[in-house]
């Protein structure tokens, strides 16, 4: 709600100030030159609608003030201006991300709830998933629908593609999902806690196509040093432990950082993990601009009206309804 002309509404004081001093003036000046009113009959129901006539003059003097000061009420509108980052998410769903080394829950689920609330935190960014083991393949397109996105992340689980751990093919899928972007930057972040011992693709070489293309690559080891446990379910033995030794190749996944001008990270606990994506988000945000758009309404023709219906309103019940002395 806003004033087109607000220098209008300096008018309001002094007619505010003449209606006072009318309605002061009448209560004190006498009507009639009798020493007493008894004899005459009391002011019925017109005699009071006679003197509310004054007040509805008020009232439209009043309204027509307001609406030489042009009131608009108006409904903004915003558009954002600039684009966001457009982001990957490489998650590994290898068996080895079974461990339950990142207690009370395994590694994959620890890397799921964290990323998810990655998601939750941004706005105005384009993500998307790729899921990888001995495959790779995309989980989600890059999108803005964070619903989707939270929804197909809840929804990743191990045994849809071949074990390994395919990084050279999972960086290259991420990488080729941002090929025709048009974010201000382009970002993978790639979670793993193995080696790369499956795919067509070296995970120098997807590197390499990575910097060629302009994305950056954040690299996260997860897992705790030495060895840790992993459940099997038997049909028949039912759940039983097995050990495994800690094969993440950290000189790679550092590798793959420098060449893209991204940074590694080692997580060793659900706290650590959760700190790296929180740097992660700091460093990678962009200020978004936003165009409003308001679109203004002239309320001053109704209160002209309502003002017009007040004047008239006053005379009628001046020269009609107002009961007179003879």
């Known amino acids: 709600m806003r004033f087109e002309s607000p220098l209008f509404l300096l008018a309001l004081l002094p007619l505010i100030l003449v209606v006072l001093w009318d309605h002061r003036r009448g209560w004190s000046r006498a009507r009639l030159a009798y020493s007493t009113s008894r004899f005459f009959p009391r002011r019925g129901l017109r005699g009071r609608l006679a003197a509310g006539a004054g007040w509805l003059q008020a009232l439209a003097g009043l309204l027509l003030v307001v609406a030489l000061a042009r009131p608009q009420s108006g409904a903004a509108r915003e558009e954002v201006a600039s684009e966001g980052i457009d982001i990957v998410l490489a998650l590994d769903i290898s068996g080895s991300m079974r461990a339950e080394d990142f207690k009370p829950d395994n590694r994959l689920e620890v890397a799921k709830r964290v990323a998810r609330s990655f998601v939750s935190g941004r706005s105005g960014d384009r993500i998307g998933v790729v899921v990888f083991a001995g495959g790779a393949y995309t989980q989600c397109p890059i999108t803005l629908d964070y619903g989707i996105v939270q929804t197909?992340?809840?929804e990743v689980d191990f045994g849809r593609i071949p074990d390994g751990t395919a990084i050279g093919l999972a960086l290259a899928t991420a990488v080729n999902r941002l090929r025709d972007t048009e974010g201000q930057s382009r970002v993978v972040i790639l979670l793993t806690d193995g080696q790369n011992n499956a795919g067509e693709i070296d995970p120098v070489t997807?590197?390499?196509?990575?910097?060629?293309l302009g994305v950056r690559v954040y690299t996260i080891g997860a897992g705790t040093d030495g060895p840790a446990r992993i459940p099997v379910d038997d049909p028949l033995l039912g759940r039983r432990y097995t050990t495994i030794d800690a094969a993440l190749d950290e000189e790679t996944l550092r590798r793959i950082a420098d060449i893209t001008g991204g940074r590694y990270f080692r997580a060793t606990s659900p706290e650590a993990l959760e700190a790296i994506y929180a740097e992660i988000d700091r460093m990678e945000r962009t200020e978004v601009e936003t165009v409003q758009y308001v679109q203004y309404r002239e309320n001053g023709p109704w209160i002209a009206l309502a003002a017009a219906l007040a004047l008239a309103?006053?005379?009628?019940?001046?020269?009609?309804?107002?009961?007179?002395?003879?």
């Open 152 to 154: 197909l992340l809840a």
């Open 206 to 212: 997807a590197a390499e196509a990575a910097r060629a």
């Open 313 to 326: 309103g006053s005379v009628l019940l001046t020269e009609v309804a107002a009961s007179r002395i003879p």
